[in-house]
DNA sequence: TGTACATCAGTGAACGCGCGTTCACTGATGTAC
DNA sequence: TGTACATCAGTGAACGCGCGTTCACTGATGTAC
């Protein structure tokens, strides 16, 4: 920690990064406004000059959270080209990408138990990620045959459920098993699968 | 309350249940050992004739969850006969019969960040439940075609992780999203693409 | 059947702790003259 | 360039709270005689 006066410069980002930090350590149940402000060099109470609350300083680190995985998950959609299949398959890998590399966001997005309900700016940077993944899913919607093309949003909350579950019971020290693979070829096989039943892999790949 | 004396009768399974009624109502963090012995109609520290502390009561509401839960996976498969894949779909579906049906045993599971690690009774349930599911992958993979033949483990691992992100993306009114589809349909779809990618559904389904 | 007694499940008071939050304050910064 | 002053980001002490846990105790239960 450099010398640092009596301002601290920017305590509000400081802030969120020390919860990033204690999250990514400790889960989100270890996170407290506390201990953030003692890893930020500061007092408890000079939060409050930045957010207005626990609830908010949680809720900020999880609208970045939202922010980094919209613009990954685009990013990962455009670099997926040249085909709306493999565009589609990017997304997939980029949300375990996220999951692995920013897993601070992650749970405080998914595991911390905050609501959506009632916070219109997270929800609003939320759907916009979730919008990605459908709008991939849309795109590839045209390629399926007719007679067993299910609705964009069902299999694009398919591969979300899919990457979801991965996460969370494959790559930490999760409850219920370790993981038997390695969870990004868990996935990536488990998307292939899923893809062949659409029709929109070849049956014998 | 009926009138009961000094001494309460069963208070072990009472916390249990209490423990399990707090979870359920409020999540894995809104469970305190005093507001589980209050919901008992018992001080605090008569919990610590039953248990050693907090953490081994959660453990206790785990396990028996574990229990339930192998239980039911195994009624499933057995009732899932005639065919090795229609047994295998049932335990599919018995994932988030048992989700919906006891939340409480569910987030004490798979949501109360507690270890199995160092608890090894908890394990040997825990391996008991995944091991219907894996006992269901084995039968079913003689069926496969041997050219896209995965594991057993690995697809039992596939449906798994999907099971789980349905319930927990899909659920509750859980982060991310809104159910966009019944997840019992969600489900059920999924595994059908899922099962046709492994060529055990006819591909025109 | 009645009494003495051992057992042990529960009480209730107390503890130390860390939490989120509040408040009057202080002192560094940067602007106006 | 130098001084006066307003701003406001941070301090530090204090709060009430509920938590998990401990301890000496009490009184209901059930057994031995």
Known sequence: ???RGYHHGNL???????????????????????????????TPAAVYRHFTGRDELLAEVARQGYEIFAALMDYAYDNGQPTALSAFEATGRAYLAFARKYPGHYQ???????SLQGN???AAVANKASGVLEKAATALSAHIPPEKRPPPAMFSAHIWALSHGVVELF???????????????LLEAGIGIYLRGLGLLPPDA
């Open 108 to 114: 405080a997005m998914f595991e911390s138990g905050l």
């Open 12 to 42: 509000r980002q400081a802030l969120v990064e020390a919860a990033l930090a204690l999250i990514a350590e400790k889960g989100p149940q270890g996170f407290t406004l506390s201990e953030a402000a003692k890893a930020a060099d500061v």
């Open 1 to 3: 920690m450099s010398k």
């Open 171 to 185: 790559t930490r020290g999760a409850p219920g098993t370790r993981s038997p693979f390695p969870p990004e070829d």
């Open 120 to 122: 219109p700016e997270l």
